[in-house]
Nanobody, 127 residues
């Protein structure tokens, strides 16, 4: 079983950038579909980005398309979420998630489609 730990959350001004990291331990991420979700206070957890690397399949929520990028460093067994052009509405706790059951291939990108989660990292964007 893989364990995930997010980091990189911070307070940033609107228009700024952050890079979130999701470090894995216990197993290599090479066979996992990976995703980022976020949850703002009083709201449901929502999909942000997901990627399968072999073959390459990538999805982004419309609200972040063109601003956020999901990537992976195999040597560090870490997945990243580069966030540029941050907006106050991006404020949330961000979670990374992993699953071996090919949710990205199937296009099923709900929280329940991913079985392994990190503890989350807070991103706050001030206006």
């Amino acid at each position: 079983q893989v364990q995930l730990e997010e980091s990189g959350g911070d307070l940033v001004q609107a228009g700024g950038s952050l890079r979130l990291s999701c470090a894995a331990s216990g197993r290599t991420l090479s066979n996992y579909d990976m995703a980022w979700f976020r949850q703002a206070p009083g709201k449901e957890r929502e999909f942000v980005a997901a990627k399968k690397w072999t073959p390459t399949i990538t999805y982004y929520a419309e609200s972040v398309k063109g601003r956020f990028t999901i990537s992976r460093d195999n040597a560090k067994n870490t997945v990243y979420l580069q966030m540029n052009g941050l907006k106050p509405e991006d404020t949330a706790v961000y979670y990374c998630a992993a699953d071996l059951r090919d949710p990205v291939t199937r296009g099923t990108l709900r929280p329940r489609d991913f079985g392994t989660w990190g503890q989350g990292t807070q991103v706050t964007v001030s206006s």
